[in-house]
């Protein structure tokens, strides 16, 4: 076995790089989702592009406006994560941080939710979908007490976290 | 009529046995195939446990995985021993355990680490590591070997080991002048710590002053270095990799982003199961080819049953014949074609499930020793039902055709032959 895997890994080198540096493709981005106790933990690395739609300084009135727009939205869980009802978790303030356009650069918005439940929630349902389309697939990194594991999400789905 | 049934495939002993084995040897393949890629799975998920993050020099993930759990591969760089003081200082830290990998015995590598090794390392479902013979090292030269080593090495406590700089063949230079001495042996856990030698951060230490250079200067080979034991050593300069346990798991990603923004050095940080998770994606169209050539081999075997089937039903005219002369309606032709069939598919279900488990009591001790697998021999799992299911139903529809044949035949067919 051991043999059969490196032979798979010399083939396939580099796969996955460092999390950091997790490559930047729009329409693409990364969920971290933790919960220990009744406390769920869930942040996200987005491009900038899959919710504002552009990666610059915003030049209209229009773009500011969406810009304005945006940081509210995700300055309110529920357009992104609602974990099911039957855990009744209760949202803390969001911490987003919102790009500051350096020139030539790509930009990330990266906003980190938690929740207080009252029992382990079994699944979240991503309203991010609906709310932002520009999201094409979600990668999402889980670490419960039943261990860690990476599940790959196409648009509409919903985390699970059995 | 059950007897009858009974009679005429005992008459055709050989043409049913070929075709029950070729079923068997199906089933054996499809549900191999099955079985042989969960336990992989599980052998491989069971060996990190409770281990939040582990962190390395930066590569690919898998791959920093792979040579600091699973000892395949090598390292493309280490960790600076002021790097990892400080990243384990960290107040969201509760363990470390620092590795450091290289050198070998006898194939088996030898892995540098702390005592805190044996009281934080999880394997399967939260399992400590025990010890079955003595205790952790304490001492610069003591070694803690894994329980398939100390087996298949025959050694025992007390007995002194003598470690190869560097892995694989070519290995040939020998820390020759300082032997370990065996002060503990591990409990089997099926994991790749059964073929470790464990030893301290210090021995390993140690056993490579004066070999600055790559090989053995006279000051290392004297022995008179090894004489002294308990003279104060260095920390060694850098290590492999490191293990974190945090303190609260919500911490995993603030924590994983605080070491890959390290500023001193480039690290990384992974999630072990995560990585896991990551290699089962790279594996998965390997896999899906076994699944479709073991789904071919049945489809084949179920032909094949199916044209001896057809072939018998020529030369069983006349028995159908005889059986409607002597009152037997034709639906109940259809059912005795369909009932046989079945029979025969369950009966190569069955056999090939018996090989399987066969093949894996005699194969176990073989694929421990070559690959470092541990197949549990274990009731079969729903997807293995699930495959025998679709088997039975693909055995169901096949049976359709040669049934339906002597359906017809027997209403058309006299008694006199063509």
Redesign the interface.
Known sequence: ??????L??IT??????????AAHVHGAAEI?V???GK?L?I?LESPADNLLGFERAPKTEAEKAKLKAVTEQLNQAATLFVPDAAAQCKAATPVVNMPSFKKGEHSDIDAEY?FDCQSVPSSVALSLWKNFPNFKKLNA?????K?????SLKPGQDLSLK | MFKIALRSLLNRRLTVALAIFTVALSVLLLVGVERLRSE?RN?F?NTV?GT?LIVGA??????LL?YSV????NATNNIGWDSYQKLSQDRRVAWTIPVSLGDSHHGFAVLGTTSDYFKYLRYSDNQPLQFSQGQAFSKTHDAVIGAHLASKMAYRLGQKIVLTHGSGEGAMSEHSDQPFTIVGILAPTGTPVDDTVHVSLDGLTAIHEGWESGSASLLSSSGVLAAAEDRALPPPSSITAFYVGLK???A??SY??AV??YPDETL????????????WQ??RI?EQALTVVSGFVLLIGLMGMLTALLTGLNERRREMAILRSVGARAWQIFALIMGETLLLVSLGIVMGMALLYSFLLICKPI?REV???NIAIAAPSTTEWLLMGITLLAGFLIAALPAWRAYRMSLSDGLSPH
Do not use: W
């Open positions: 076995m051991k043999k059969l895997i490196a798979v890994c396939i080198p580099l796969v996955s790089q460092a999390h950091e540096h971290d933790a919960i220990e406390k933990l942040t938690s990194n889980l670490a419960t007490a261990g860690q594991k990476q599940l | 992989a052998s998920a446990s939040d930066r590569t690919g993930s898998v791959q792979l699973f000892r395949v591969g609260s798991r919500t995993i990603f994983q982003r890959n923004q990384m940080a992974i999630m072990p199961g995560v990585a896991l998770s990551e290699l790279l594996m390997a694929l690959y470092s697998l």
